[in-house]
């Protein structure tokens, strides 16, 4: 059974620090991303990150702030916020996929991933 399980959701004051988790299972990804949805927003993507290079891209939105990660046996994907934002709340989903060929590298289209995490919720109080 193919697995994404997503923890580390809270709510934090603005300015403060969260690291999400995401455990995946079941299937070999080959690109883990994050993505989040605001309420009354389209979901949008944050951060990615390919597993044999360890290459990581991020969203204009959180450069600088966010910085995604992989655990050594490369089957959980973490997520560092800082400086975090009231803009950051959301609900944030841990998506996961093997990139078709030829890749174009639009790791930040929803359509890309295939499994899908139920989400775990940010708060950033003002």
């Known amino acids: 059974e193919v697995q994404l399980v997503e923890s580390g959701g809270d709510s934090v004051p603005a300015g403060g620090s969260l690291r999400l988790s995401c455990e995946a299972s079941?299937?070999?990804?080959?690109?883990m991303a994050w993505f989040r949805q605001a309420p009354g927003k389209e979901r949008e993507a944050v951060a990615a990150?390919?597993?044999?290079?360890?290459?990581?891209l991020y969203a204009d939105s959180v450069k600088g702030r966010f910085s995604i990660s992989l655990n050594n046996a490369k089957t959980t994907v973490y997520l560092q916020m800082d400086t975090l934002k009231p803009e950051d709340t959301a609900m944030y989903y841990c998506?996961?996929?093997?990139?078709?060929?030829?890749?174009?590298?639009?790791?930040?289209?929803?359509?890309?991933?295939?499994?899908w995490g139920q989400g775990t919720e940010v708060t950033v109080s003002s």
């Open positions: 998506a996961a996929t093997v990139t078709a060929l030829p890749w174009d590298g639009k790791w930040y289209e929803e359509r890309r991933y295939r499994f």
């Open positions: 079941g299937y070999t990804y080959n690109l």
């Open positions: 990150i390919y597993k044999s290079s360890g290459t990581d």
